[in-house]
């Protein structure tokens, strides 16, 4: 009997929206939301009318606070997927505007705030914009920059748009802006070791591998993830020659900087220039009103050659923010190991420390270490540019969820 009670109750669900239409979507907001990071988390804030909509669904003033003790209506139609496709169910058939739903609702579940697909749950999300939006719509655009410039956003009025970035290679140079869901956001990427240090070493390999090489591939991948969601974003550690490279050794080099400064050997001077650097553009964000900023360092590990290691993170064992995002971080990554790699298990981990970059960078920082470069299963995962590219994306998802 207990199982034909949820049956009943999605038949009554069903019964309800196939006669009334669809409906809004109603969440409660988190602990210290406002009705734009509410409206950010969910991807609608690249539409002006969905804010509009917003007010006007749950009769609220504009710039009215919200409460977490309250639920709310978002501008976002709940439809009765038919099991046939997109288009039937929301009676209309532009393709692309299809797609976009599709993966919106796909981006939502991989956010973790939906739990379960369309196609099994037979509701389907659809973004108040895709159907009811006329307006001629604006975003922003932010670049990078060095030390002594903070980006300035620019207009633009397209939706989606490229922009140049040489720093990433002839092949990666454009980067197409896909949504500005991470507008005002500030991330700052920092590859290890660079410069006269290549940092840990296979020398045992058939080619040398060096830990800086493939450190900063992953975070230029990582930085052009985020920056194709309208983040401002900031590759501490640059190499104009490199890009990002799909081979599978990456040559080991020293021309690597640190903002266009030189890098230095010694080791603390090396760290305090990083954290100098990030410090010094965290000061100008914050007074501009900018209070969400992260930094993320990026490492390959090296322990004894029979030594399998999985992706684990560490953050200032001081720091709650940084405890939490860690903890996040390691979520996904268990996630995507139980989806990816069934019944292997995933033995990462999270500890707090006292590291130098940790307790001196400004932002709430995590260090990340992505594999043992002397192990020849973990090269699996630095060598194919596939798997490289993966790293980034979950590094990414655990960013921005």
């Keep these: 009997m207990s199982r034909l009670i949820p049956i009943i109750v999605f038949s009554l669900i069903s019964t309800f929206l196939t006669a009334n239409g669809p409906s809004f979507h109603s969440v409660t907001p988190r602990s210290g939301d406002g009705v734009y990071s509410l409206l950010r988390r969910y991807a609608l804030m690249d539409h002006k009318c969905n804010l509009q909509k917003f ?25 009765q997927y038919d099991g046939k496709s997109i288009r039937s169910t929301i009676g209309n058939q532009d393709m692309d505007r299809a797609l976009r739903i599709k993966e919106y ?9 939906r739990k379960t697909h369309y196609i099994d749950s037979k509701l389907l999300w659809v973004p108040f914009h895709e159907l009811s939006c006329n307006e001629g719509n604006e975003v922003k655009e932010v670049v990078t920059s060095t030390v002594d410039e903070v980006p300035v956003p620019t207009t633009v009025s397209s939706y989606e748009r490229v922009i140049n970035k040489p720093i990433f290679g002839a092949k990666y140079a454009k980067v197409t802006i896909e949504d500005n869901s991470l507008a005002g956001r500030v991330y700052y990427i920092v590859s290890g070791h660079g410069g006269p240090d290549p940092g840990a070493m296979c020398r045992s390999c058939p080619d040398d591998l060096c830990e800086d090489e493939y450190a900063y591939d992953v975070s230029a991948r990582l930085a052009r993830n985020l920056m194709q969601h309208g983040a401002i974003v900031h590759l501490i550690i640059e ?67 029979g030594k399998k290691q999985d992706v684990f993170f560490y953050h200032y064992r001081h720091s709650k923010s940084g405890k939490k995002l860690a903890q996040k971080m390691h979520k996904v990554f268990d996630s995507k190991y139980a989806k990816y790699q069934k019944n292997r298990g995933y033995h990462g981990y999270v500890e707090g420390k006292g590291l130098y970059v940790l307790r001196t960078m400004a932002p709430t920082t995590l260090f990340v270490e992505l594999a043992n470069i002397r192990n020849k299963s973990d090269h699996r995962r630095l060598l194919l540019n596939s798997n490289r590219q993966a790293l980034a994306n979950w590094l990414f998802e655990g960013l921005t969820i």
């Design 55 to 79: 007010y006007e669904i749950n009769s609220l003033k504009k710039n009215e606070s919200i409460h977490t003790h309250k639920k709310y209506k978002l501008p976002v139609f709940i439809y």
């Design 105 to 113: 609702n796909e981006n939502i579940l991989n956010k973790g705030l």
């Design 239 to 305: 190499d104009k020659n490199d890009g990002i490279r799909d081979g599978k050794i990456l040559k080991c080099d020293k021309d690597e900087k640190c903002q266009g400064k030189k890098i230095p050997l010694n080791q603390l001077a090396r760290l305090k220039q990083r954290s100098v650097a990030v410090n010094t553009l965290y000061k100008k964000y914050k007074a501009q009103g900018i209070s969400h900023q992260k930094a993320i360092v990026i490492h390959v590990d090296s322990r004894s050659a």
